[in-house]
């Protein structure tokens, strides 16, 4: 898998610091996006969207059914990744970021429009579930392209720096939407906001999808792919089989990525989406205090992105993502002991060093997977990886943390994550290192 063993396309066309920074500007919008949506679903499936949308009297039951349609949305994930990655490798990164972007914004603000179960029964559970696998469908090719675009684009140097900038999108939107709902659930007090004030969370995204169409609208095509695209017409070779076939064609790649992002990806859910269920029904925490311990840990993973991809353009790729992969293996069982103190500042501790370590892993991740692949399937590949691994781990993630509590206590929980953590720490140390890789490479 070495550069020198792939084919170079042409070189690419000169990039200008103006393209550039539009093509960064309008990756992070649709990456800040797609995790305001996935952090306002989970944190108003605990409190709000089980009650409106599932019938039924079980508290825990309704949580769990909340939970699950979230779930559902990463099913669709991998259908994505496979229609838009393929699309993305024939027809440029551009055309998918557009259309995933519109996609996505206009069924998180329909969802903002729903009636309830209480107005016209099954159908509501029903209509959400449609939303949130069209969401799915549309993060499939969302978040693979905008990590792409950005490392094709970026100065090779710093190319672990700049790939890390969409991957942060995911903390900036955690804290754009806890803040959110912080700041609504204050000016509708009471029942007013269990009634309509959760609708203005999710119509929220109309205003930001907005301004990341008119960002995108505006960038240029990745040159990467424009100068792989002219090397295809010059060798003239007929019809070219599906990018998704050529990546599952050589599945080390894959395999090693899913790897990687297994431990990756439950750790996330955990520190964000499952510590605010089971902090405030389990322990005398309030909403209030476990989100606010969530925004600034989002902070700080947000930090820790930044930090790690760029520590990984000094130090190699491996390096980066296997220290913080350790140190969150270590930390599993801290974490735990430090919320069940009950005491809100050991909380903070516990969530904010965690989410920070797990920043660093993934900002160092993102320059690392699109790496892995040529570019005449490295949308295709990134998506499989991305979005493969979400379904695998993201999706049931805080339903097992869930269930696993409830039904046999913390110390399961901390085992899963050592588990699915052991796994990402084998992934990286068997894999190859790749800080350097041409991108210009086709095949």
Request: glycine share 10%; net charge positive.
């Amino acid at each position: 898998m070495a550069s020198a063993e792939r084919a170079v396309a042409p070189a690419k066309p000169p990039t200008s610091p103006t393209g550039f920074r539009r093509v960064l500007a309008g990756s992070m919008a649709g990456a800040v996006l797609e995790w305001y949506d996935f952090a306002i679903y989970g944190v108003l499936a605990a409190t709000v969207l089980g009650p409106l949308f599932f019938p039924g009297s079980d508290g825990v039951a309704k949580l769990l059914l909340a939970l699950a349609t979230q779930g559902l949305g990463f099913v669709a994930r991998p259908l994505g990744g496979i229609v838009f990655g393929h699309l993305g490798d024939r027809f440029g990164r551009k055309p998918m970021l557009v259309a995933t972007f519109l996609l996505l914004g206009t069924a998180t603000a329909a969802i903002g429009l729903l009636p309830t179960y209480s107005k016209i029964g099954i159908w509501a559970t029903v209509l959400l579930v449609v939303l949130r696998m069209i969401q799915g469908f549309a993060l499939g090719g969302e978040f693979g392209a905008a990590v792409l675009m950005v490392s094709e684009y970026g100065e090779p140097k710093r190319r672990g720096f700049w790939a890390s900038w969409p991957q942060a999108g995911a903390p900036l939107g955690t804290v754009l939407a806890t803040v959110l709902v912080t700041v609504l659930t204050t000016a509708f007090p009471g029942k007013s906001f269990e009634t309509w004030g959760w609708r203005v969370a999710f119509l929220f995204a109309i205003p930001l999808l907005i301004i990341g169409f008119w960002l995108r609208r505006s960038v240029e095509e990745s040159p990467v792919f424009q100068a792989a695209q002219k090397h295809a017409a010059d060798r003239s070779k007929g019809s070219e089989r599906s990018s998704i076939l050529a990546a599952l064609a050589k599945p080390r790649a894959l395999l090693h990525g899913l790897g990687m992002r297994l431990g990756e990806n439950v750790a996330f859910y955990v520190y964000t989406v499952f510590v605010i269920a089971y902090a405030t029904s389990s322990f005398g925490y309030t909403r209030g205090d476990v989100m606010l311990a969530v925004t600034f840990a989002s902070v700080a993973q947000f930090i820790g992105m930044i930090s790690g991809g760029a520590w990984s353009d000094r130090v190699g790729r491996k390096p980066a993502m296997l220290v913080p992969a350790v140190v969150l293996i270590v930390w599993a069982p801290m974490f735990f002991w430090l919320v069940q103190s009950e005491s809100l500042p050991m909380l903070w501790v516990g969530v904010c060093v965690g989410a920070f370590f797990h920043g660093m892993l993934a900002g160092s991740e993102a320059s690392w997977i699109t790496e892995l692949f040529p570019t005449k399937h490295r949308y295709a590949g990134s998506s499989l990886v991305f979005q493969g691994s979400s379904i695998i781990a993201g999706a049931p993630a805080p339903l097992i943390a869930v269930w696993l509590v409830t039904s046999f206590g913390s110390g399961t929980v901390v085992a899963y994550l050592v588990i699915t953590m052991a796994i990402t720490v084998l992934a990286v140390a068997t894999s190859w290192e790749t800080k350097g890789v041409d991108l210009d490479a086709v095949e």
